[in-house]
């Protein structure tokens, strides 16, 4: 695995709000914590692939050299405290174009964004916010909803590939969610929890799998995983890290936290 380190976070913006509830404290702890792990690990660059940033006509990676503002969370504005969010990014753009040329070199559809005001997700935003505070460059790689596991192992095999030998020390963090069984009325933010039973069940089973690197079981439960629990992205993180060697070698998987955000299923697991 050519990734320095590998990170799992949600990245919904109640995580910034203030805190109401004990789970999105241990979250938003748990992605401080990892920022600073990767920070002391001599980190230097973070590739964030998110879910939240779909792609349909193949896939794009960032390639403006900075890009900052505020962002109105289209779903979520009204929330205390994050009604407005700043951002400020650093992209690697030579990064950014090599991964580009690699993936293009594979057969994928691909493209290059560089403009003013390109709008960056939230999740990219709410896992930037807490994990970076300043000190990592950045890339961004969009999430194509038209990928298939096999085709995003694949992908990934390729980013994986074309980052060995990289004097720049690189960590990936996908930005994805677990069971997606939202709320649909409002709640109290102190009386939230996992929406349904047995989603907790399905969630505490598939980290546990994760952990262990029970790789082939997790393979096989993914297709009921994602229909039972509505998945956010049908758990494409599972292909994701299967295409980054995240299971292979001597790497270490850790949960540093699980909870409820709005009434899904969120994690921070951490790979090295």
């Keep these: 695995m050519s990734f320095h380190y590998v990170g799992l ?29 990767m920070h002391a690990a001599g980190i230097r660059r973070v590739l964030y692939f998110s879910t939240q940033w779909i792609s349909v006509l193949g896939h794009m990676l960032q390639a403006r050299p900075r890009m900052h503002g505020m962002h109105v969370d289209e779903n979520w504005h009204d929330l205390q405290g994050v009604d407005n969010i700043a951002y400020d990014f ?5 990064f950014a174009i090599r991964l580009e040329q690699a993936m293009a070199q ?23 916010r807490l994990l970076n505070r300043g000190r990592f460059k950045t890339g961004m790689l969009s999430c194509c909803v038209y990928s298939d596991a096999a085709e995003t192992e694949r992908l990934f095999k390729v980013v994986t590939e074309a980052t060995k030998g990289d004097a720049v020390p690189t960590a990936l963090v996908i930005v994805s969610g677990l069971s997606g069984r939202y709320f649909t009325t409002e709640i109290d933010p102190r009386e939230d929890h996992i929406s349904s039973p047995s989603d907790d069940t399905w969630n505490r089973r598939m980290l546990d799998l994760l952990v262990r690197q029970q790789v082939t079981t997790l393979d096989q ?23 980054v060697g995240a299971f292979a070698g001597d790497r270490t998987i850790r949960q540093l936290a699980y909870g409820a955000i709005y009434g899904t299923g969120a994690a921070v697991v951490s790979i090295f």
Excluded: N, W
């Design 221 to 243: 439960v993914q297709p009921e995983f994602a229909s039972q629990c509505k998945a956010d992205m049908g758990f494409k993180a599972l292909s994701v890290l299967k295409g």
């Design 9 to 37: 976070v949600p990245g919904l913006p109640h995580l910034l709000a203030p805190r109401s509830h004990p789970d999105s404290t241990a979250l938003a702890t748990a992605m401080g914590r990892m920022g600073d792990e």
């Design 90 to 94: 650093v992209i690697d753009t030579e």
């Design 106 to 128: 594979a057969d994928f559809s691909t493209k290059l964004v560089d403009y003013e005001g390109f709008p960056i997700d939230t999740g990219t935003i709410v896992a930037d």
